[in-house]
């Protein structure tokens, strides 16, 4: 299960560290057990997204903009027997991509996981951070 420190998650969703440490206090998203620092559930965050209406703003728009790389977490993941459809929370942006299932699998995505989106001209792609492994 990947599980991410708090202000990963909260770079990841464009809101302050105070945001998901009220989130967890609220029981809107679980902690992982566990000595040391807190580690936020990525799977429990993904299902807190997507209960949430399409739209919806976390956080602040930020004011400049991180050109064609959107890093975020996979919120939703469809997997058909060619083709999936990867839903990823990037700040307060949902990006929506289709990729083939062997470049899911060959990424090892799931719902939780972080992976970055590269907006191109005419598609968008998915990857994982860079030096990073499920």
Known sequence: MPNYRISTIANLL???DDTIRRWLDENLIKTVAGSGPKRVDGASVARFLQERPAGTLLGEEPNESIRNHF???????KKGQVMSQV???CGPYRVV???STEAVEELNLEVGSVATAQVKATNVSVQLPEGEKL
């Not at 890093?71 to 993941?77: D, F, I, R, S, T």
């Open 14 to 16: 464009g809101v302050s």
């Open 71 to 77: 890093q975020g977490l996979v919120v939703a993941l």
């Open 87 to 89: 839903d990823l929370q």
């Open 97 to 99: 991509s289709l990729v």
